[in-house]
DNA sequence: CTGAAAGCGCTTACAG
DNA sequence: CTGAAAGCGCTTACAG
C-alpha cells in the first residue's frame, strides 16, 4: 500500500491540492465545510505529513538537536543528562518537536555535528551542555546563526542564548554552613577543570573558605566519574590535615566518597561530612542519606527547551537565570567529632 | 549568505546538476578529474547535502528512532538507557546516522510516535525497548512494515527481529551460588510486572528455587525506583522468616537495599547478601561492593543498532543472542551468619 | 473561496 | 561521459 498524499486527499475531496494544503495547516482559504470534509477524508486515509516534502519547502524541521560530549562510562551514571532531557521532551513533545540525539567523542565532533545538522537542516536549533572555557561552538553557532541556547553561563557565551543558575551562590551557602558547624578543613572533590562551571563553582569555594577561616580548602580534580571521586576521596584521606568535611560536584561522585570512608573505617557524619552538589534519589537511599545541592534538573531542561523555541521562533531570548540550588541537609553532614 | 546548492556547484564547475549529484555520490558517470574538481568546490563552498531534499528524493531519511516510555524519575538515574544508547550512537555515528529521541508516558504514545515518525519518514527504523507482554508495538511495527529491532525477547517479538540475552541462565546461576552459600530464604526485588524479561526472570527464579530447596522464595514487584526498592527491602526484612540474601532487578534497587539494611542495622554481607542485576559502576564504589550481573549494555546496544542498520538495508536479521549476564563476586555476598 | 503553477534541492532514468 | 528533464510531496504567492 502506498503512502497517502495530499494528492489523494485532493482527489477524493475534489478539490486542488492547495485546497487541501490551506485546510490541513488551518489557514484561510477554504470553507469551514470543505475543511471539515478534507480532514476527515485525512484522517480516514491515514494520511501524514511527510516531513521532508515540508521541510524542502520552506517549513521547520521541527526538531531540535542536542550533541553530548562525555566519555560514555561517565554518561552511563550521571543522572544529570537523563533528567536535562526527559526535561527537554516534556516542552518538546507537546509541540511535536522532537529531539537528535548524538554522543561525541571530542570538540572537534561535536562542531561538526552542529555544522552539519545545521548544513542538511536537520534541526532547527541547538541546545549546548557543558559549556567550556574557549568553548569553539560559541563562535561556530554564532557564525552559522544557529538558533542556540546555552545550558549554562552567564559567563563565556558571548551573545548566545543562555539559561543559567547561580552554581556560585549555592556553593557559599554550603560552605557557609559547613564552616557554622565548625569545620575548618573543608575539600572539593571536582569536576572537570576546563567547564565554566566547575571554574565558578571553584572561584566561590575559595573566596567562601578565605572569608570565614577555613584554613585548608584543598581541590581535586576528576572528570566527574565514580572512579576518580573515590580515588580524590582516598588521597584526601589518607593525608595528613584530613579534611572534615568534603563538597562533591556530583552525586555519584559524593557516593563513591561515602564508600571509601566506609571502607576506610571513618564515620560519616562523625569524621567526615559529606556534601553531594546535585540530588538524585541516590543521595536519599544511601545510609546515611546525603546533605545535597537540591536543583530541579527536568526543569532546568525544560525552561532551556522553551526558550531553544522561542530563538528558534525569532523571538530575542537573552539570559534568564533559573532557580538556585537548594542546600538539603540530611544526615551526612554534622558538627565534626574533633574540632581543630 | 544564501545556503549553496548543487546549482551553485554546478555552474561553478560549468556542469550539469545532474553531474554534480554523481560526483557528490560517487557514482558512476563523471570523469575522474571531473569529480574531483566537483569535490573541491564542495569543500571550498562548504557544501551540505539538505537532508530534505535527499529524503524527498526518495532517500532514506539516515535516522533511526528510539521512544522510550518510563517515568523521568526512573529514567534519570537508571544507568540503563544512557548506557545502551552510548552504544547505539557508536554504531550509527560511524556511518553518520542519526538518533532521533522521545520520552513518553504511556503506551499510546509510544505507538503513536513510532507511526508518527514513520509516516512523516522521519525515520528508517525504530528500536524497540522494554518490551512487554501484549505489546502494542509488535503488530504495529509489523502492520507499517517499519523496520524495527527488538531489545529483548525471544518471546513475544511475533515476527521481529530481536536481540536478547539469556536472564533466565544469569538468574540460575545466581541463585545457585547464593543456594550453595549456604542460603536458604531468597528473595527477588523485581522490576516492572509486564515486562518480558521480569517474566522471564521470575520463572527461572522459582525454578531454581524449588530445585535446589530453597523454601522461601519471596518475589516482590515495584517500578524499578529506588524508592520502591527501599520500601520492599523495608518489608523483606521487617517480616518473619527474614531472607538471607535478595537479588534486585536493577543496580539502583541494589544500593537503595543496601541503604535499608544499614539504616535497619543488619550487616552485608553477614546478616544479608545483596546481588543486584546489571554492573554499574555505583555497584563497586558503595561498601561494601556489590556482587552483581555484569553485562556489557553499550555493546548490547551496539549490536541491536548493527541488526537494526542490517534490517533497513533490507537484510533478513531475525533472532540473535547476545552474551549472558556474568556473576560477579564482590563483598556483599557471603555465607549467612545463621544458616536455618 | 478555489485552481493552476512554480518552486524547495536533490536523485535518477533517459537521451545524446 | 554529460545534459536536460521529470519527479519526490509539500507550500505559497498569483490569478480567477
Redesign the interface.
Known amino acids: 500500500m502506498k503512502?497517502p498524499t495530499i494528492a489523494d486527499i485532493a482527489q477524493r475531496a475534489g478539490v486542488s491540492k492547495g485546497a487541501v494544503s490551506y485546510a490541513l495547516n488551518g489557514q484561510r482559504g477554504v470553507s469551514e465545510a470543505t475543511r471539515r470534509r478534507i480532514l476527515a477524508i485525512a484522517e480516514e486515509i491515514?494520511?501524514?505529513?511527510?516531513?521532508?516534502?515540508?521541510?524542502?519547502s520552506g517549513a521547520a524541521?521541527d526538531?531540535i538537536g542536542l550533541a553530548l560530549r562525555r566519555p560514555?562510562?561517565v554518561?552511563?551514571?550521571?543522572?544529570f543528562?537523563?533528567?536535562l532531557?526527559?526535561?527537554v521532551?516534556?516542552e518538546l513533545?507537546g509541540r511535536?518537536y522532537?529531539?537528535?540525539?548524538?554522543?561525541?567523542a571530542d570538540a572537534s565532533a561535536e562542531v561538526e555535528v552542529y555544522?552539519?545538522?545545521w548544513?542538511?537542516?536537520?534541526v532547527d536549533g541547538v541546545l549546548i551542555c557543558d559549556l567550556r572555557v574557549g568553548d569553539p561552538r560559541i563562535p561556530v553557532v554564532t557564525d552559522l546563526r544557529l538558533p542556540a541556547v546555552v545550558v549554562g553561563g552567564p559567563e563565556g557565551v558571548g551573545d548566545v542564548p543562555h539559561v543559567w543558575n547561580d552554581d556560585a551562590a549555592a556553593l557559599v551557602e554550603t560552605v557557609e554552613y559547613l564552616a557554622a558547624l565548625g569545620h575548618r578543613r573543608i575539600a572539593r572533590v571536582a569536576g572537570l577543570p576546563d567547564l565554566w562551571h566547575t571554574r565558578v563553582r571553584a572561584g566561590a569555594f575559595q573566596g567562601a573558605c578565605a572569608r570565614l577561616g577555613v584554613r585548608h580548602a584543598l581541590t581535586i580534580g576528576t572528570d566527574y566519574?565514580?572512579?576518580e571521586?573515590?580515588r580524590a576521596t582516598r588521597r584526601l584521606l589518607s593525608g595528613e590535615a584530613r579534611p572534615t568535611a568534603v563538597i562533591y560536584d556530583n552525586d555519584?561522585m559524593a557516593?563513591?566518597g561515602?564508600?571509601?570512608a566506609?571502607?576506610m573505617g571513618l564515620s560519616v557524619p562523625g569524621d567526615l561530612s559529606i556534601v553531594a552538589f546535585d540530588d538524585?534519589?541516590?543521595c536519599?537511599?544511601?545510609?546515611p542519606?546525603l546533605t545535597a545541592l537540591a536543583r530541579d534538573?527536568?526543569a532546568y531542561g525544560a525552561l532551556a527547551a522553551r526558550q531553544l523555541l522561542a530563538a528558534v521562533a525569532g523571538q530575542s531570548v537573552g539570559s534568564v537565570q533559573d532557580a538556585t540550588a537548594k542546600l538539603v541537609p540530611r544526615a551526612s553532614t554534622a558538627r565534626p567529632v574533633s574540632s581543630t
Chains 1, 2 share one sequence.
Open positions: 503512502r491515514g494520511w501524514n505529513p511527510h516531513s521532508a516534502a515540508r521541510a524542502l524541521a526538531t560514555a562510562r554518561l552511563g551514571f550521571e543522572p543528562y537523563m533528567e532531557i526527559s526535561g521532551e516534556a513533545s511535536s522532537a529531539l537528535m540525539l548524538q554522543i561525541v555544522r552539519r545538522w548544513g542538511e537542516r536537520r566519574s565514580g572512579e571521586g573515590a555519584v557516593i563513591a561515602l564508600g571509601v566506609q571502607e538524585s534519589p541516590l536519599r537511599l544511601v545510609h542519606a534538573i527536568p
